[in-house]
C-alpha cells in the first residue's frame, strides 16, 4: 500500500471523524472545543489511531475521552458508511497531548526568561 494512499484516507478519517463528532453526537457530556488533531493508519488500512484534542478542565477532559472512547463502536459504522473501503479500520481513540506539552514548555521558558531578567 502506498504512502500516499495511507496519507489521504487518514486525512478523510479525520475530516469524517471530526463531523461525527461535532454534528452526529449528541451526548452532552462531550466538552464544546473537541477536535481531531490526528488520524494515524497502518500500511494495510486495517487499523487507524484517531488523535483527539479537548480544551477544559482535566474533568472535562477525562470525561469526554471517555464518552468519545465508548463510541468507538457508532464512529466506526459511520466511517465505514461514509468512505468506501475495503476494510474499515479498527479504531483507537487516544489524547493528543501536544496542547498541554507545547503550554508547559512556554511556562518554563516564560520562568527562564523572568529569571534572566530578574538578575
Known sequence: ???TRARRVAEQIK???GQIISMEM???RLAALTSVTDVQVSRDLRYATIYISVY???EQQE????TISRAA???RSEIGRRIRL??????????DQSMDYGSRIDRVLKTLQDEKNGE
Open 1 to 3: 500500500m502506498s504512502e
Open 15 to 17: 475530516k469524517e471523524v
Open 26 to 28: 449528541k451526548d452532552p
Open 56 to 58: 477544559g478542565t482535566p
Open 63 to 66: 470525561e469526554t475521552m471517555q
Open 73 to 75: 463502536g457508532f464512529i
Open 86 to 95: 475495503r476494510y474499515t479500520p479498527e479504531i483507537t481513540i487516544a489524547q
